[in-house]
């Protein structure tokens, strides 16, 4: 049976999910709430991960041992490394890599997980057609795109640093949650999409940015999913 957990890392990313499904359940683990029910006809588990890597990364276990689920959708906004990203664009995931993973004392690439094998985590192909397709559906005053997501636990909100994700692994977006939730996925053998919404240029002027866009940029995120569901 299909059935799809829906990963966000903060509240306003899934409450519009949240209000918009019939709930059957509700159940707590780790201190976070699965909203188990149905969405635009589909089986979901909606739930908010909370910040960071760690908290992504236990959720899709639950997910995935709890709730059986055989899709994953990270929805969420991230900060743009590409210039033809604008504040509100949509970017959906061709993979994922951890930018603060760092072996390559021991001959590893930058971003690379020892022992696994690969450094980028690969997204669905199918899922991600499909989300891009219903982005330009249900959000077509926007631009949307494939592309790389970049990964830490760090708010990115210099130039600097932006240059370097830009230059070291060709990243699209950056944020907190994606290439962990894809690397607990890779492992299980969950097919997933990361859907990040831009709400910030991820420099020295996302401080400002991100307080006043991340509401509206959410909710183009939680639009393009509710479409998404219902053709998994």
């Known amino acids: 049976m299909t059935k799809i957990g829906i990963i966000g890392a ?21 201190r976070m709430e699965f909203y188990e029910g149905s969405l635009n006809g589909a089986n979901v588990v909606v739930v908010r991960s909370g910040i960071g890597k760690v908290n992504a990364a236990l959720c899709v276990q639950i997910l995935v041992d709890v709730f059986q689920v ?3 959708i990270n929805t969420g906004v991230a900060g743009s490394l590409n210039a033809d990203l604008d504040i509100g664009d949509i970017l959906i995931s061709k993979d994922a890599v951890h930018h ?6 021991f001959g590893y690439q930058l971003g690379e997980v020892p022992q696994m094998g690969v450094r ?16 330009r559906k249900v959000n077509p005053e926007i631009n949307v795109r494939l592309g790389h997501v970049v990964s830490g636990d760090q708010f990115i909100s210099s130039k600097e640093v ?7 692994f060709h990243g699209d977006c ?5 290439a962990s939730i894809a690397h607990s996925a890779y492992l299980n053998k ?5 859907i990040r919404a831009i709400s910030d240029k991820a420099d020295d002027s996302a401080q400002m940015d991100y307080p006043t866009f991340e509401r509206a940029a ?6 393009l999913v509710k479409d998404l569901v219902a053709k998994i």
């Not at 903060?10 to 780790?30: D, N, P, Q």
């Open 70 to 72: 055989s899709h994953i």
């Open 100 to 105: 603060d993973m760092d072996v390559t004392i």
């Open 10 to 30: 903060m509240e306003l990313e899934v409450e519009e999910l949240k209000s918009e499904m019939t709930v059957s359940s509700i159940f707590t683990r780790a």
């Open 162 to 168: 932006k240059e370097r994700l830009i230059n070291l």
């Open 174 to 178: 950056a944020e907190m949650e994606g």
């Open 120 to 135: 980028e985590f690969p997204a669905d192909e199918r899922l991600a057609a499909l989300a891009e397709s219903s982005c």
């Open 218 to 223: 959410a909710k183009h995120s939680a639009r």
């Open 190 to 194: 969950v097919p997933f999409v990361i």
